[in-house]
């Protein structure tokens, strides 16, 4: 994967925060989406102390054209408030503690990581749940089970390994017609299979 070494997630942010607030947007909708959405939302809301204050219903508005933007913008409001009062307007930095926030669990914490910390760790979307399976690095029928799969048979660098697989799947490995043509690993391919987490 020396191909993308340098890989990085393709949402746009200029801080932890706004990290934070576009991979919890970016659950069921695309990066692309995300990016559109939040350039009103960050104008508006540049930290935590201003979306702790925020009015659910403007935050509705401001995220309306993302998937689920109603859970999501409780979500937001609520894991504000909870920095704000339980971790005094910072962000924590560990795993365990980033999954209490409201609309954040096991991925979202090790996608933060990732991206901020270069955290050597695994987190396992549904492009890295894909591309293990297409070639054969996993055949755990879940993405918790995929993960320690993973994490076990790669050990270092797991960062750059899961940004890698991201942009692998999303733009080659692809879950609907796969662009093989393209395709660097097609070799160790050991199906078209769109896989799915059950």
């Known amino acids: 994967m020396a191909k993308y070494d340098k890989a990085k997630t393709e949402l746009n942010y200029k801080n932890g925060y706004e990290l934070l607030v576009a991979i919890v947007l970016s659950a069921q909708c695309t990066d692309k989406r995300v990016n559109i959405i939040t ?3 960050f104008e508006k809301y540049p930290d935590i102390i201003s979306l702790s204050k925020a009015k659910v219903d403007d935050i509705k508005q401001l995220i309306d054209s993302c998937s689920f933007f109603n859970n999501k913008a409780n979500n937001l409001l609520t894991m504000a408030t909870q920095i704000k ?114």
């Open 39 to 41: 350039v009103k939302l």
């Open 85 to 198: 009062e339980q971790y005094n307007y910072s962000i924590p930095k560990r795993q365990k503690e980033l999954e209490t926030l409201a609309g954040v669990g096991e991925k979202t914490a090790c996608v933060y990581l990732i991206e901020l910390y270069d955290a050597n760790i695994m987190a396992v979307d549904t492009h890295v749940f894909r591309v293990s399976h297409r070639l054969g690095l996993s055949y755990a029928k879940t993405v918790a089970q995929t993960k320690i799969e993973l994490e076990k048979k790669f050990e270092t660098d797991l960062n750059k390994l899961h940004q890698a697989m991201v942009l692998f799947g999303r733009y080659i490995c692809k879950a609907v017609k796969p662009d093989c043509d393209r395709c660097i690993l097609v070799e160790f391919c050991k199906s078209k299979k769109s896989f799915k987490p059950s």
